[in-house]
């Protein structure tokens, strides 16, 4: 990607052949973690859409580069367990403020 290359999400809904594109707004949704394959992150660059890696998604929830790139029976985590890994959690970011404003107010 460019640097300062305009990026937009997408949202794939549906099943089996009937998925529909959402387009999204300036702020990107959430990440969602499923079992099914139609909610994976995307996003619409130089007219396709291409599903994030998952050093993407790391990035975008704070974590460093290969937070969840772990040795499963001695290879590493498939990028499935690794994106799910990424929508069950909580951005770092988002949480490191809250926790300060949270102790801010208790020590008052």
């Known amino acids: 990607m460019l640097f300062g290359e305009v990026v937009r999400s997408v949202a794939l809904r549906g099943r089996d052949g009937g998925a529909t594109a959402e ?17 994976k992150p995307h996003v619409l660059a130089q007219m396709r859409v291409r599903r994030l890696m998952p050093v993407e998604c790391e ?7 290969g937070w969840t790139a772990i040795m499963r029976k001695g290879k590493e985590a498939a990028d499935g367990p690794r994106y799910k890994a990424l929508g069950n959690s909580m951005a770092v970011p988002c949480m490191a403020w809250l926790g300060k404003r949270i102790k801010k107010e208790l020590c008052k």
């Open 59 to 65: 990035r975008l929830q704070g974590f460093p580069d």
């Open 23 to 39: 387009l999204g707004e300036d702020i990107a949704g959430c990440l969602r973690a499923s079992t099914g394959g139609g909610d």
